[in-house]
């Protein structure tokens, strides 16, 4: 590895935030998955929840392309909401879905400084009933248009840059968030992920 | 039309925003044009500038679709980049692009309750050089990740929707911006639009 890859890799280590997470349950188009992965990265999400209940696991995320985000990210795959969401609550505070309904908060009033998993649903039938239940709230992004949907991955990316904006001011940016240990299991994956680009 | 109708079109006009608008310069791909556009119906940008002077004119912008946003915004199409800078100086006080470089600033620290353009470049060159020396500065969306590009699609969904937070901070909802004229050109504009739709 280089000076100036390794120097690289730190930099983007030293911003991996360990307090906020995605979780796709049921997005069906991989475009969709690796727009939300990429955002994730651009922000310092490292790690991303793919629940498929409905649908089949997902074969590839695109990884072998060298412009993925997925190989910097740490995935978890679930099929069982149930265990997705025990695996969730141990390491977040709080978790939220994007459903549209009358008692949703909008984006804007969220505390995104807590350690919180937001939740995106299907393309078409959104977040099912069953994570709804296993969640602490509604939030929608505003809308005052004749379109009354966004697509999945501008959704994803307004949330994290708002959790971002929010994250920065509170200082989340200024001093590294993982812990070592959590530091060196990346370092060794990115690390062999370097290699494996390169060959 | 129906009261419900209206009543829905009545609602969307009183959100929309003139003082806000988005410059696409040679953005090739039409699912970037129509997402851009979907992201400025949704948070109420009227007008958009679709710029091309080296590529050609798109053909459609999936204007058929019920689902396109084409058709509720105004789109000015230029092939001149000083007729286009012209006609967005006599409405908007300040432009922006979007262009790495180490003089940018970021997004966050922009006054987007003024009345600003933002520009977005083409998906390989971004902008021009001729388009940066008509705007008034540059600005970049930070990112702490590994891959180190936004699609154009969600670079722009994460502008309007910070401009979107700060508008609606700064209660330019809460009240009709446009004047009766520009409201009543939209009206008829739209209820044609609406019967079109309904044939």
């Known amino acids: 590895m280089t000076p100036e890859r390794r120097q690289r890799l730190e930099a983007v280590l030293s911003k991996r935030q ?20 990429r955002s994730c990265d651009a922000v310092g999400v490292q790690e991303i929840y793919v629940l498929n209940t409905k649908i089949p696991r ?4 695109g990884a072998k392309s060298s412009s ?19 695996a969730i609550r141990k390491k977040y505070d709080r978790i939220f879905t994007t459903h549209l ?9 969220l505390n995104l400084t807590q350690k919180v998993a937001l939740v995106f649903g299907n393309e078409h039938a959104g977040v099912s009933d069953e994570v ?10 505003p809308q005052v248009g004749m379109i009354r949907s966004l697509n999945i991955s501008v959704a994803c990316a307004v949330c994290l840059y708002e959790a971002f ?13 993982l812990s070592m240990q959590e530091r060196n299991l990346l370092w060794e994956q990115w690390a062999q992920e370097n290699t494996e680009s390169s060959q």
Request: glycine share 2%; proline share 1%.
């Open 18 to 37: 360990n307090d906020l997470t995605v979780v796709l349950e049921n997005v069906a188009d991989p475009h969709n998955i690796s727009a939300a992965m």
């Open 58 to 61: 997902h074969k590839k995320w």
């Open 68 to 86: 993925s985000a997925a190989k910097w990210l740490t995935i978890h795959q679930f099929t069982d909401a149930a265990a997705c969401f025990e």
């Open 101 to 109: 309904e009358s008692n949703a908060v909008t984006l804007y009033t």
């Open 132 to 141: 709804r239940a296993l969640a602490d709230g509604n939030f929608i992004i």
């Open 165 to 177: 904006r929010q994250k920065q001011q509170a200082g989340n940016y200024d001093t590294q968030k």
